[in-house]
């Protein structure tokens, strides 16, 4: 079983930026790949970003050039770092990991950009 802790949404003024982190826990074994969704009101989930343990990093077309995401292996947490936020980026953001044994979801958090 994998815990995910969610933390840094909030309300920002478009422009501004917020970081984000998802702290995994619980697993037994090394935990590959750690990611991002998001889902807005009336919309289904979709993909922000994804990082494996070795850094390979997969970013949606609608966040390239603005988000960036990193990770600390030794703290299985990872963190996005949203620069740039426009309107259509509020949604409610979720942490993920897949495994082989299940895939796992954090609570999401709110990231509400609105002047």
């Known amino acids: 079983q994998v815990q995910l802790v969610e933390s840094g949404g909030g309300l920002v003024q478009p422009g501004g930026s917020l970081r984000l982190s998802c702290a995994a826990s619980g697993s037994r074994f090394s935990i590959n790949v750690m990611g991002w969704y998001r889902q807005a009101p009336g919309k289904q989930r979709e993909l922000v970003a994804t990082?494996?343990?070795?850094?390979?990093?997969n970013y949606a077309e609608p966040v390239k050039g603005r988000f960036t995401i990193s990770r600390d292996n030794f703290k299985n947490t990872v963190y996005p770092q949203m620069n740039s936020l426009k309107p259509e980026d509020t949604a409610v953001y979720y942490c993920?990991?897949?495994?082989?044994?299940?895939?796992?979801w954090g609570r999401g958090t709110q990231v509400t950009v609105s002047s």
């Open positions: 990082i494996t343990k070795d850094g390979t990093i």
């Open positions: 993920n990991v897949p495994t082989n044994w299940g895939n796992y």
